[in-house]
């Protein structure tokens, strides 16, 4: 980081610092959480997948919208970006009905407004995506929104083209997935306003930290599905007892190991590049 770099928040993964008019860094740690607690044991690597995956989807779908990146750095965990003025909404897609719009579904039918088929199943695929705005909860868990919310929250204007945008990234990026056996069941976008005033996508963008991947060869729907993700962790953390209040649980080696090499593999196989190599040339994924 350059000595004129200005510290101005931490989130649960990443550092952010102001470099200059309308510039910012941010730095991907390789902290993880679950159930809003950032745990006490890192994931070695973990920040350079996700701005690697980041930095790779961001080259990849500017046409459909553009983006805040300027530079990814040396280190593979820092990426240069313009700095947004963000829209208080979580721009979420949903493909197939997992976590909480499993939960809403069982419960009303519905998933944000959206009336589904009767009869489907943990993890069945959708009719077509939907979109699922939520709040951006400054503790606890963010909660689902339906669109006259979410469009009083953006103003309508904002709302309607950012729910088109996500969608158009979703189906873009879910297509290159399932060719390289990845299903992606869900992702949350983060969108911003630009200095010209338009809709731009911002923070990190189809990482396994924001969205829920899946190997294909092992989909089947009516139960949970393995993933690569830090469900790993997860599924772990209820094992131990723990109350899921701070300070969470120090991690074995083996969870440690299990999900590095989860997050490592999705990298790998929706980048279709070594690991290794992006370690080397973190440039290689633009």
Known sequence: MTVDAV?????????????????????????????????????????????GLSAFWFARTREIVPNHLLEIREDGRTMVCRKLDMLPIECVVRGYLAG??????????????HELPTGLVESARLPEPIFTPATKATEGHDLNIDEEQ????????????????????????SAHAEARGIILADTKFEL?????????LGDEALTPDSSRFWPASSYEPGRPQPSFDKQFVRDWCETTGWDK???????????????????????????????????ARPDVVL
């Open 100 to 113: 909480s719009g499993w939960s809403d579904y069982r419960r009303t039918g519905a998933v944000c407004g």
């Open 245 to 279: 209040t701070a300070p969470g649980p120090d991690l074995p080696d083996d969870v440690v190991a299990g999900t590095r090499a989860r997050y490592v593999e999705a990298f790998e196989r929706l980048t279709e590049i070594s690991f290794v190599d992006y370690l």
């Open 7 to 51: 510290h101005v928040a931490s989130g649960k993964v990443r550092e952010i610092y102001a470099l200059g008019e309308g510039t910012l860094a941010l730095v991907a740690s390789d902290r993880i959480s679950t159930f809003d607690v950032v745990l006490p044991t890192a994931i070695p690597d973990k920040g350079r997948v996700l701005t």
């Open 192 to 200: 911003g306003v630009g200095a010209d005033g338009g809709i731009v």
């Open 150 to 173: 979410a469009g009083e929250l953006c103003g309508i204007d904002r709302y309607r083209t950012a729910k088109q945008a996500s969608l158009a990234l979703y189906r873009f990026a």
